[in-house]
T-cell receptor, first 111, second 114 residues
Framework: QKEVEQNSGPLSVPEGAIASLNCTYSDRGSQSFFWYRQYSGKSPELIMF????GDKEDGRFTAQLNKASQYVSLLIRDSQPSDSATYLC???????????FGKGTSLLVTP | DAGVTQSPTHLIKTRGQQVTLRCSPKSGHDTVSWYQQALGQGPQFIFQYYEEEERQRGNFPDRFSGHQFPNYSSELNVNALLLGDSALYLC?????????????FGDGTRLSIL
C-alpha cells in the first residue's frame, strides 16, 4: 500500500467554483502535512501546511486535517484558470525529515 | 531574500558516466534534502544533510551520494548512471531549529541519460 494516496485526476472545475483535493495516508505516526502546487515543467511550490486536526485558512486556500481518518484535503475557493496545476500532498513523521509525497492530483480550471 | 538555487538547470549524460548537482539553500536555512521526481510521479526522497552529515536516507542505492559544506550548500553525486536515473532532481532546504519548518524547493536540475 502506497503511503500517501491521491486521485490522479484530472479534476475539472469551472472558474469561480470550489475545487476539493483529497489525500489519504497510511502512517498513523505522521505529524506534519503539506500541500505543494507544481506547474508543468516547474518545481513544487509550498502553498499550505497543517499540523493539527481541523481547518486552516489562508486566502482562497483551506487545508483540512482529520488524523483519526488519516485524511487531509485542500479546498480552493473562487478557482481561477491560473490555479490549473498538479497539487502534491506530502506527509512526514518527524518534523524536518523526509517528506513522503503522493503522485499528485491534476487540477484544470476552465474559463 | 534568495531562495533555493540549483545548478545546472539541465544536464545530458550517457550511461555509465558520473554527475554532480549543486544546491544552495534559502538564506537562513541549515538543512538540505534531495528528491528525485520521475515524469508523472511525486518526488522521492533521496537523502538529507544537516551539520555536514547525512541525517536520513531514502531507498536509493549507494551510487547516490552527497555532501554538505560548512556554508550549508550541498552536492548530489550519482555514479554509473543508468537510463532510469533520468528525472528532475530537486533540492529542498529547511531550518532545523524552530520546530515544524516546511521545506522549500529550488527550480531543480533536469537530468537526461542517453
Amino acid at each position: 500500500q502506497k503511503e500517501v494516496e491521491q486521485n490522479s485526476g484530472p479534476l475539472s472545475v469551472p472558474e469561480g467554483a470550489i475545487a476539493s483535493l483529497n489525500c489519504t495516508y497510511s502512517d498513523r505516526g505522521s505529524q506534519s502535512f503539506f500541500w505543494y502546487r507544481q506547474y508543468s515543467g516547474k518545481s513544487p511550490e509550498l502553498i499550505m501546511f497543517i499540523y493539527s486536526n481541523g481547518d486552516k485558512e489562508d486566502g482562497r486556500f483551506t487545508a483540512q486535517l482529520n488524523k483519526a481518518s488519516q485524511y487531509v484535503s485542500l479546498l480552493i475557493r473562487d478557482s481561477q484558470p491560473s490555479d490549473s496545476a498538479t497539487y502534491l500532498c506530502a506527509v512526514n513523521r518527524n518534523s524536518g525529515y523526509a517528506l513522503n509525497f503522493g503522485k499528485g492530483t491534476s487540477l484544470l480550471v476552465t474559463p | 531574500d534568495a531562495g533555493v538555487t540549483q545548478s545546472p538547470t539541465h544536464l545530458i549524460k550517457t550511461r555509465g558516466q558520473q554527475v554532480t548537482l549543486r544546491c544552495s539553500p534559502k538564506s537562513g536555512h541549515d538543512t538540505v534534502s534531495w528528491y528525485q521526481q520521475a515524469l508523472g510521479q511525486g518526488p522521492q526522497f533521496i537523502f538529507q544533510y544537516y551539520e555536514e552529515e547525512e541525517r536520513q536516507r531514502g531507498n536509493f542505492p549507494d551510487r547516490f551520494s552527497g555532501h554538505q559544506f560548512p556554508n550549508y550548500s550541498s552536492e548530489l553525486n550519482v555514479n554509473a548512471l543508468l537510463l532510469g536515473d533520468s528525472a528532475l532532481y530537486l533540492c529542498a532546504s529547511s531550518l532545523v531549529a524552530g520546530g515544524n519548518q516546511p521545506q522549500h524547493f529550488g527550480d531543480g536540475t533536469r537530468l537526461s541519460i542517453l
